[in-house]
């Protein structure tokens, strides 16, 4: 009689379809799947469009897939050799297993960031502060693989973990930078050093050279002498020999 009735009303059709696709229709985006229970039992994983859900009977928890970020917050740590730092990073992770994601663990995103924060703490404590600064991007490694086979019992794949921080107290940056400039110093020192050895070794080399050549070291004095004439705002002195100043006195007497 209802249906005669509705057939005979059409009018009355499609609010009902409507309404009962409001009741038992749940949409499903792209990004999403859903988890499927069928009075209280996991029946299966739900992929994205409209898919029926009948109220009382059964129930649907949609998954958010798509990567997401852990910021996990700063944490007190006490490095191998016992200095203490506050150290922060982000966790990227996706979900790869829905059915795990939501029956295995009461809240995903709580518990990954609790994994990484306890993770971090461990992998930055076996190190010391030299090997933290210059080997972060193998500690954060190190932390990811761990987290990672953590969180895989729980349908979720970490894909990477970023450390963004390493802050360290003030009074050990002023020993760093104090250390870090005696190292220059150091090297500045070094290199001179070896700049004047080389220096000398070619002035040993050059002087060898003259002395065997007769004739070159007056060729090398004149060279200079011409060097440093060529340009007249240079004041040239002239080193004259003693014996030269006792001829030319000689000379003299000899000529009164």
Known sequence: MLVSYLLDNPIYVIPIIIFLAVIFLRQINQYQRGVMFTLGKFTGIKNPGWRLVVPIFQSMKKIDIRT????????????????????????????????????????????????????????????????????????????????????????????????????????????????????????????????????????AVAAKKLNEVPGALHLRTLQTINDMSSDQSNTTIWLIPMEILKALEGFKKDNK
Do not use: C, H
Not at 117 to 124: G, I, L, S
Not at 129 to 153: C, H, M, N, Y
């Open 68 to 203: 997401k970020a852990v910021d996990v917050p700063d944490q007190e740590v006490i490095t191998r050799d016992n200095i203490p730092v506050k150290i922060n990073a982000v966790v990227y992770y996706k979900i790869t297993d829905s059915a795990k994601a939501f029956l295995e663990v009461e809240d995903y995103y709580y518990a990954t960031s609790q994994v990484a924060q306890t993770t971090m703490r461990n992998a930055v404590g076996e190190r010391t502060l030299d090997e933290l600064l210059q080997r972060r991007a193998e500690v954060a490694e190190k932390i990811k693989l761990r987290v990672d086979s953590l969180t895989d019992p729980w349908g979720i794949d970490v894909e990477s973990v970023e450390l963004k921080d390493v802050i360290i107290p003030e009074n050990l940056k002023r020993t760093i930078s104090k250390e870090a400039e005696a190292e220059r110093e150091k090297r500045a020192v070094i290199i001179n050093s070896e700049g004047d050895k080389i220096a000398a070794d070619n002035l």
